[in-house]
């Protein structure tokens, strides 16, 4: 089997793995070829109808086939034996409105079935995006996570419905085929040469749309990328007069976009005159040699040509029908790829945990030994060793890029550690629970991220049992308490997106107070005062002064007032810990340390 095609199968069985994983959609798709069933059924009984008809007029279409039908014609009989055009008519609108009934409940069904099918996909992606290695997630920017979520999975779920839609066609092209077949084999032939003819002529025409298909999902990545980048970037476009700049950007985007879906639209809309003039074709045909295709007199063969047309004509909706799926299929394939390839580097990035509780370790000395670390195959800490006694206080200084807050993600274990080890108590990090890790170690981050919720609601999804009272206690220590005091909803406050409704300074100081809502035993600080006006921070350093010699604390800061009560620095240049000490000690000779110090114009304690 070649590459591609053995591809090919392991997305399909991809595909149906995704769906067997959602709850009840057996039922809900069996219960939808049950009904695709019986509405076949329905509609072959009412295109029988025709018959009677058609015997009515003199013509006897189904030339000696039509014994097994006896039964069935004699009810629309009157006592005389003859056709009874009345009851044709009530028995035609009798079918009609079962068939529509049964059209009606697959309606419903068929349309739970894709949001079934598209809330199940998404739960299922986001159970292992939230359990993945962040190093590997951070390969795709957020537009294309985004597409993934909001786009790609529902066209995933488009090509499912398009499947499943194509079992009920080819029923009822089975069904119609049977017919014909019944009348007249040679005509049946003749309807085959045009269908290969059709099938060839319009073939390329398929691989065309697979590869604007393909196209326009790129296309479509892009343009949502840019439009994210836009939106959230509008601050620096106005203050550098980009408006026409960013404009154009996007435009041009959105330009490729529409672009490839123009292409699509005329690439398919070619369909429908090719067929028609082709049926026309066909039709043209069978009156020619009619005589030769059908047997029995005039009134008999031409008779079945009408039923035979009408049959055919009933056969080209579905016929269509499939292709549309096929051409449906070839430019929704690129999406399966996609949700496919975003569900395997979760799959493959599971974080895996111990189930230590770090909370009954008797020690929290953390120790880092040989560690090195890299994204990808860029090395950005190299050989780092480095021990912190517990409830002592680190100082990690050092110049930007240096590695700093890597290493602090390292040890808060957002980041897998590839060679060397960080311990606590003596046990490897890995060893220990996700859930005991992160009652025991706490990292406020250099970024700050509140969530578009309330004021509280922030408190609560890091600590959910978290009282009012607790709340109002660490927006005291982190200084945040006055400005929230003043807010007209307090607590209730809900924070825009991005925190927009507070400052930077507030957005830190409210960052800082959700990790002292608890003592930890570690705590980690990156850069978490940068923002804070000297005031603030003063009372802030007191915090973190009270929790030194209870907690391990990890300080990250440019601030150098903000190190000077640090039992050791260490400094990183290059992602290699080049000093190491006490401030004191680091201040006597000529290091960077009192380069940075001296440069600052801050003096020691
Ligand atoms: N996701 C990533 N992929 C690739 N490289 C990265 C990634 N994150 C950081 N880096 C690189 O790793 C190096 C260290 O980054 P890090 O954020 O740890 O620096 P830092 O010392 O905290 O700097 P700063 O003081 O500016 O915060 C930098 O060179 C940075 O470019
Ligand atoms: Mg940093």
Excluded at 93 to 117: D, E, N, Q, R, W
Excluded at 404 to 413: G, H, Y
Excluded at 426 to 431: D, K, L, Q, R, T
């Amino acid at each position: 089997m070649n590459d591609k095609n053995s591809k090919l199968i392991e997305e399909i069985q991809f595909m149906i793995r995704t769906i067997r994983s959602v709850r009840h959609v057996n039922f809900y798709f069996v219960l939808s070829i049950a009904l695709s069933i019986l509405i076949t059924a329905l509609e072959a009984i009412g295109l029988i109808s025709i018959v009677p008809i058609l015997q009515f007029l003199g013509s006897d279409p189904l030339h000696g086939s039509d014994s097994f039908l006896s039964p069935f014609f004699d009810l629309l009989k009157n006592d005389a034996g003859v056709i009874d055009i009345k009851k044709v008519a009530l028995f035609v609108l009798f079918v009609a409105i079962l068939k529509s009934t049964f059209v009606f409940i697959s309606g419903i069904v068929g349309g739970y079935i894709p949001v079934m099918m598209k809330a199940g996909a998404v739960r299922s992606l986001l159970k292992m995006h939230l359990r993945s290695n962040l190093i590997n997630l951070m390969q795709y920017d957020t537009g294309a996570w985004t597409s993934v979520y909001y786009r790609f999975i529902d066209q995933l779920c488009s090509i499912v419905m398009s499947v499943a839609s194509s079992i009920t066609q080819a029923l009822l092209l089975a069904l119609y085929g049977g017919i014909m077949f019944a009348m007249s084999p040679y005509a049946v032939m003749l309807t085959l040469l045009f269908v290969v003819v059709l099938w060839l002529t319009t073939r390329w025409m398929t691989d065309r749309q697979g590869r604007i298909g393909r196209q326009i999902t790129d296309a479509a990545t892009s343009y949502q990328q840019a439009g994210l980048q836009m939106i959230s970037g509008m601050r620096l476009v106005q203050t550098v007069a980009g408006e026409d700049r960013m404009e154009e950007w996007v435009a041009g985007k959105l330009h490729t976009f529409v672009k490839f879906h123009y292409k699509a639209i005329t690439a398919s809309s070619i369909m429908q005159p090719i067929t028609t003039v082709a049926s026309g074709l066909f039709v043209a045909s069978l009156l020619f040699f009619g005589d030769s295709l059908f047997s029995g007199k005039e009134t008999d063969w031409l008779g079945s040509i009408i039923l035979f047309v009408v049959v055919f004509y009933r056969m080209l909706g579905p016929a269509t029908g499939l292709y549309g799926v096929r051409i449906t299929i070839a430019q929704l394939w690129p999406a399966l790829q996609k949700v496919k390839m975003f569900f395997e580097l979760c799959s493959r990035s599971q974080l895996s945990f111990g189930d230590r509780d770090l909370g009954k370790s008797p020690s929290f000395d953390i120790s880092i030994s040989g560690l090195n670390f890299g994204f990808a195959d860029t090395p950005i800490l190299q050989d780092i060793n480095l021990s912190i006694p517990s409830g002592s206080m680190l100082a990690l200084v050092g110049e930007s890029g240096a590695g700093k807050s890597t290493l602090a993600n390292l040890i808060m274990r957002l980041y897998p550690t590839s060679a060397g080890q960080i311990s606590i108590g003596g046990v490897n990090i890995s060893e220990f629970s996700r859930k005991s890790f992160a009652e025991n170690v706490g990292l406020v981050s250099q970024d700050t991220i509140l969530f578009n919720d309330t004021l509280k609601n922030n408190f609560l999804f890091v600590q959910p049992d978290a009282t009012e009272a607790e709340i109002w206690e660490a927006l005291k220590k982190a200084k945040a308490d006055q400005f929230v005091e003043e807010l007209e909803q307090g607590l209730d406050t809900v924070i825009q997106e991005g925190g927009s409704r507070l400052s930077g300074g507030q957005r830190q100081r409210i960052a800082l107070a959700r990790a002292l809502i608890r003592p930890k035993q570690i705590l980690i600080l990156d850069e978490s005062t940068s923002q804070l006006d000297a005031f603030s921070e003063a009372v802030v350093q007191e915090t973190i002064t009270n929790l030194h010699g209870t907690t391990t604390l990890i300080v990250i800061a440019h601030r150098m007032s903000t190190v000077r009560k640090a039992d050791a620095v260490a400094v990183l240049e290059n992602g290699r810990v080049v000093e190491f000490g006490t401030p004191n000690q680091l201040l006597m000779e000529d290091t960077m340390f009192r380069q940075m110090i001296e440069f600052q114009q801050v003096s020691p304690a």
